[in-house]
């Protein structure tokens, strides 16, 4: 495995600790494979924090592209516009902004690289969280002994599971197609991206509760329950936490280890404000 650092393809992460109390951590791993297509981002300022993992496809340097081009859009519109008054619309907007980036990537001969880059991005604002997820990468929030999956994966089974559940599919149909079934139905650069998930009113976070995004290299190889264990060993600290989730999920594999992103982010913010007040009455 080569170092860490070496196998992330854009990073952007200071500081480490928001004004507010959120922690953030990072880790990507090219695992196994000859090429890293995936790419992460996280980054803290006063109110608020973003965290985005980007996985790429295509092969050779198509899905490394993708991925860097939709990374690039997002962080880029963040750091332009000051303020978010409406996060969802943000999100969603992005999105299609970044959707559009992708499908029109050429590569040094001009020629379009038809690849795609699947998103999962986390914005936190105060004690707000809001997300949005376009393929099959996952955001899990951990609280207490719970880790909970809040997106679902945009592949071909959500249209056989529908199918069969609107009686358009017989369970032996259903059985015929699931092969397929891991397919992406949704990502970026596909052009004209619609199925997303963003939620529309922001999730209310509470102290210590933390935010994981992934790429499929960390879920396919540990568990929630592995996750969770290995997330609460780390303790508060996020960034020995991505380091430990990369560093297990790689193993001791030979072949087989796709590339492996996480971004972590862990809001504290009802403590922070609690010790600067409890500092502020010492000092008076």
Known sequence: MGEPEKDIVTVKILPQEAPDGISLGMSSIIGTRSSQEDTVFCYGREKEALGLVCDGMGGLEGGELASKAAAESFANAWFSCGGITDVPRFLEEEAIRADEKVFCQENEEGERIRAGTT??????????????????SRIY?????????????????????????????????????????????????????SLMDVNRQPFLLE??????????GLYRSLS??????????????????????????????????????????RYGGKQEKDRRMQDGFKEM
């Open 119 to 136: 998103i999962v991005a986390a914005i936190i604002r105060e004690d707000e969280l809001f997300w949005l997820s376009v393929g099959d």
């Open 141 to 193: 929030i951990i609280r207490g002994e719970e880790i909970l999956s809040v997106c679902r994966e945009h592949n071909y089974r959500l249209t056989l599971d529908w199918k069969l559940e609107q009686g358009e599919l017989t369970p032996e149909e259903y059985a015929a197609e699931e092969y397929r079934a891991e397919a992406l139905i949704s990502y970026l650069g596909m052009g004209n991206v």
């Open 207 to 216: 102290d210590g509760d933390i935010v994981l995004l992934t790429s499929d």
């Open 224 to 265: 929630q329950e592995e996750i969770l264990a290995l997330v609460k060993e780390a303790k508060e600290d996020m960034q020995k936490a991505a380091d430990m989730l990369t560093a297990a999920a790689l193993g001791d594999k030979k072949s087989g280890q796709d590339n492996t992103s996480v971004v972590l982010m």
